[in-house]
Each structure stands twice: as structure tokens, then as C-alpha cells.
């Protein structure tokens, strides 16, 4: 951890919208970012136990890009969401604060965190004090569609990914290594 | 090269619009890519020289994900472009159609080929032929703002990626590891 590069100055971008390119602009931040020796966090709300490529991915990076899935492998109902799916969520911010405050990575992507806070798993006010007391050497990255406005007003970069035509409209399934 | 895992059917993806996040969702599927055991090569159009980030992470790959700069570092002329550049630009078209019609590779990444293609560096009708002509294993992926409408209609998937806001703006100017 000894003279690793840190950033002068971390910001906070916000990658929102129907489109497909979300999660996966938030790995290619992390992937860039491997190649100049800065360590990524990355923390998968309402995800969890899918093989997603990015698991296995992340080690070939020594170390350098680390992935913890908090999430079941369900869907989770917005109406009526269950009790593990509350308290997972809520374990994934408690566990993105740590991450953020130690200093230990230069990136930490909250990825779903929109849609966990959109469900209400979260209470974006908390998030919105975590993105506040951020120290200012992290980079943090929010994912998922439905970002609150609250997200949007404290980011210093938003995309909207906008979906034009998406594969599955054509009945074709997610395929592992591109989706998953 | 024995026994890789093959693609059932290779899609078009387009990632434009003027947001961040076009060239990195692309480095994020091949980075997922890379932990099915896929192989990517991503080729990038009118970039040359800066060290993104991208190409020292690749190294971390085994030979997973190949990237290829042929471009110049200088900025392209859209009115007035260089000799060299519609060069760089055709011979970088070459190589992608070798690299797709070997079949060698999972995922060809034509990174800023929107862009060529719209400062006519490539004639468009080129790129449409050889997506056309694709093996059907390959997924082909196209990057870069004002995608031409012929690319959009080819395409199993276009995100348009929208400029919410950035801190560009703002007079922060580019970083090593987060936008190169």
C-alpha cells in the first residue's frame, strides 16, 4: 500500500437510465483505473451468488479490483420487499462506508445503489451523508436506474444511458460474458 | 486457442451520445467477457499515444483482452483532417474486419468508429458491410458520439449515452485513471 498513487481530488459520478452500459462503464472506470496502479471497491447491492464475469474477472488484477456481492439471487419485489433483502442492503452501505472512509481504494462503486434507494432497501439520505463526509482522495461511482434527484444534485458527473434498442425487446436472453 | 467457450450468437452493440461511459461500458463487458473466458480485441480509432489506463490493465489479462491504438495523439480536424489520419483511420477498418473474420476473438471492440465514420475519415457503407458479413459468433461492439443512423439500424443494442452532467464543465480537466 506504500506509494501507491493516490487521486489529487475524488468525485462522484452517477451512471442512471433504462440502457444497457451502466454496471458496466462503472467496471471499465475500474479496469482503466487497474492500469494506473489506483485500487477499486466495488459493492453489488441486490445482487448476489450469479456468476457474473466480473467476479472471476477481478482476479487476474492482483488485488487491485475487489467485488463483494450483497444481495440474494431473487428478484427483489419493490412492493413488498423481504426482510433479507432490507437488511442485506443495509449491510452493503454500512459496508461501502467503511470502504469509503478507510481510504484503503481510490474507487468505490456502489453499484444498484439507485435502485436499492429507489426500493427504499436504503434510505438515500444516508447515502447522500456518506457521499458528504467522502474523504476527498475517493473517486465514488452510484449505479442503477431511477437515481433520486438527491443523487443527481450532489454528483459531479451524470450519464443517463438512454436505452434505443436493447436485444431483450427481441426476445433474446441475458448470455454469460455479456450480460452476466 | 482449444476448447474456449464460443458465443451461441454474436450481436451489434452501439454505445453514442456525448456522455462519459461509451468506451468504458465497452471495457466493461470485455473485462466481464474476460472471466467467462472470452476473448476480446478492441481496436481504437483516432487515439494514439495517451496512455490510457486500458492498455496496462490488458496486460493483467493473459492474453484475454488485446488493444490496439491506431490513431494519433493529435486532435482530428473534422473540416480539414490530416492524409495520415484517414490513413490510420482505414488501415485501423483493415484490421478490424481481419480481426472479426478470424474468429479468433469473441468480442471486437471498434472503439470511436461512430466518430471516424461521422468526419468521413472511413466511409460508413464499410463498417455496415463488414457488420453484415460478421461470423455469428462474434459480438461487435461501436463507440463514439453521432453514430451514424445506418449503424443504429444494423445494431442488436443502442445505448445513447446523455450527458446529464460533467465535471468538465466545471474546469476539471481529464485524469489519468478515470477518463484515460
Excluded at 437515481?147 to 448470455?175: C, M, T
Aim: hydrophobic residues 40%; charged residues 30%; glycine residues 8%.
Amino acid at each position: 500500500m506504500q506509494n501507491r498513487p493516490r487521486l489529487d481530488r475524488g468525485l462522484i459520478h452517477v451512471y442512471t437510465g433504462s440502457g444497457k452500459g451502466k454496471t458496466t462503464a462503472a467496471l471499465g472506470v475500474c479496469f482503466r483505473a487497474a492500469g494506473h496502479g489506483y485500487r477499486s471497491y466495488i459493492i453489488q447491492f441486490m445482487k448476489g451468488q450469479i456468476v457474473y464475469g466480473e467476479l472471476n474477472a477481478a482476479r487476474f488484477t492482483n488485488g487491485l479490483i475487489t467485488i463483494e456481492q450483497m444481495g440474494r439471487p431473487d428478484f427483489v419485489s419493490k412492493e413488498n420487499p423481504e426482510k433479507i433483502d432490507i437488511e442485506m442492503a443495509q449491510s452493503a452501505l454500512q459496508l461501502a462506508e467503511r470502504v469509503i472512509k478507510s481510504e484503503e481504494y481510490d474507487i468505490v462503486v456502489l453499484d444498484e445503489v439507485n435502485v436499492a434507494a429507489d426500493f427504499k432497501l436504503i434510505d438515500k439520505s444516508d447515502v447522500v451523508r456518506i457521499l458528504k463526509e467522502k474523504p476527498q482522495s475517493v473517486e465514488v461511482i452510484l449505479t442503477g436506474r431511477y437515481a433520486p434527484q438527491e443523487f443527481l444534485d450532489i454528483a459531479d458527473l451524470v450519464s443517463e444511458v438512454r436505452e434505443v434498442k436493447h436485444y431483450y425487446s427481441k426476445g433474446i436472453e441475458a448470455r454469460d460474458g455479456i450480460d452476466r
